[in-house]
């Protein structure tokens, strides 16, 4: 089965320090979303892209988070600088938009905590 | 505008008890409807789909039947195991824009 990969898995880091997190969506897929999943909060798109432009970001504080596609197979997802209350876990899903959404699928997800 | 109301879990049931969550939707036109399940430690996962009135999506053992007349798209299942024990989402996906998620409902399944 084709399936999104998320690098890292975990990352912990200091209050302060930038945080990169990585997607390679499925290949075809011409839509790409991140989330971020919490307790508190549940599920939250923060930003999406099809065909590698960005469609939406207005769920992502825009001060220090920043989301691009550089190329079809690489979606980043960046934080600087990163504050405890990001500490959540940040799913990317790739999807096939053809005059509407039949399905996502998620990556694994990248569990980030800010100490 | 669109959105989805699941039950409020958890939902805590003995192993082979018969599983229902309820999912209501308001939308306008005629949404593609999901179920999606996560496990522990994992992404969501597609469930099963339906893509209009009176489809019935299934897998796993796991239906569900898009209701226009009462927009509800209800997950069931017969006779639930320990390893169904994750959190079930129901989804809209209202046209071009993103699909709408519930908030999710736990299901903890005991032996």
């Known amino acids: 089965d084709a399936r999104v990969t998320q690098t890292p898995r975990h990352k912990v880091t200091e209050m302060g320090q930038e945080v990169t997190m990585r997607c390679q969506p499925i290949?075809?897929?011409?839509?790409v979303f991140w989330y971020r999943q919490t307790m508190m909060q549940g599920l939250e798109l923060l930003a999406y892209?099809?065909?590698?432009?960005?469609?939406?970001d207005s769920g992502m504080p825009k001060d220090r988070f920043s989301a691009e596609m550089p190329d079809a197979t690489l979606a980043t997802l960046k934080i600087q600088p990163s504050e405890p209350r990001d500490s959540a876990v940040y799913f990317c899903?790739?999807?096939?938009?053809?005059?509407?959404?039949?399905?996502?699928?998620f990556g694994s997800g990248t569990r980030l905590t800010v100490v | 505008g669109n959105s989805v109301t699941q039950m409020e879990g958890p939902v805590t049931l003995s192993e082979e008890a018969f599983l229902t969550i309820n999912c209501t939707y308001t939308?306008?036109?005629?949404?593609?409807l999901f179920w999606y399940v996560q496990y522990p430690g994992e992404g969501l996962q597609l469930l099963l789909k339906?893509?209009?009135?009176?489809d019935k999506g299934s897998n796993k053992g796991f239906e569900a039947t898009y209701r226009k007349e009462t927009t509800s798209f209800h997950l069931e299942k017969g006779s639930v195991q320990v390893s169904d024990s994750a959190v079930y989402f129901c989804?809209?996906?209202?046209?071009?824009?993103?699909?709408?998620f519930g908030k999710g409902t736990r299901l903890s399944v005991i032996a």
């Open positions: 290949l075809g897929h011409n839509t």
């Open positions: 899903a790739s999807g096939l938009f053809a005059g509407g959404y039949y399905g996502y699928t």
């Open positions: 892209f099809r065909n590698r432009a960005p469609l939406d």
């Open positions: 939308a306008t036109g005629y949404p593609s």
């Open positions: 339906a893509t209009k009135a009176d």
């Open positions: 989804a809209l996906a209202p046209g071009n824009t993103p699909l709408v």
